[in-house]
């Protein structure tokens, strides 16, 4: 009996003793006043988030193949949300770039 209890007195000198850590996810980032959504950002430390508020439009339709591009064209900006382009373009996929790019929105009246 009396071993018992010593086993007793161990097992919750063991129990009691253990104290769980909390973990705390990383802060959201401050909430800029012109963006409503937010969402994990896939280029950036596990736990961040960037502005995901769509731009009115719609993408261009995507090319079927890589065509040769005519006149001055600079280098695409590469994008993963609409909030990193311009007022007037979306962040769109492109057949010939492995990644997103700004491109002009698609208006629908």
């Not at 018992?4 to 000198?13: D, E, H, K």
């Not at 006149?71 to 979306?90: I, L, M, S, Y």
Request: proline share 16%.
């Amino acid at each position: 009996m009396a071993r018992m209890w010593f086993v007793l007195a161990v097992l919750g000198v063991v129990c009691f003793g253990v104290q769980a850590t909390p973990t705390f996810a990383p802060p959201l980032p401050p909430r800029p006043q012109d963006c409503v959504d937010h969402c994990p950002d896939p280029t950036g430390p596990f736990g961040t988030y960037k502005c995901c508020d769509k731009n009115p439009g719609t993408c261009p339709p995507v090319r079927g193949s890589c065509t040769a591009v005519r006149g001055p064209v600079g280098q695409p900006r590469r994008c993963t949300f609409d909030p990193e382009c311009f007022a007037h373009e979306k962040c769109c996929d492109d057949a010939c770039i492995p990644y997103k790019v700004c491109k002009p929105a698609r208006q629908h009246r």
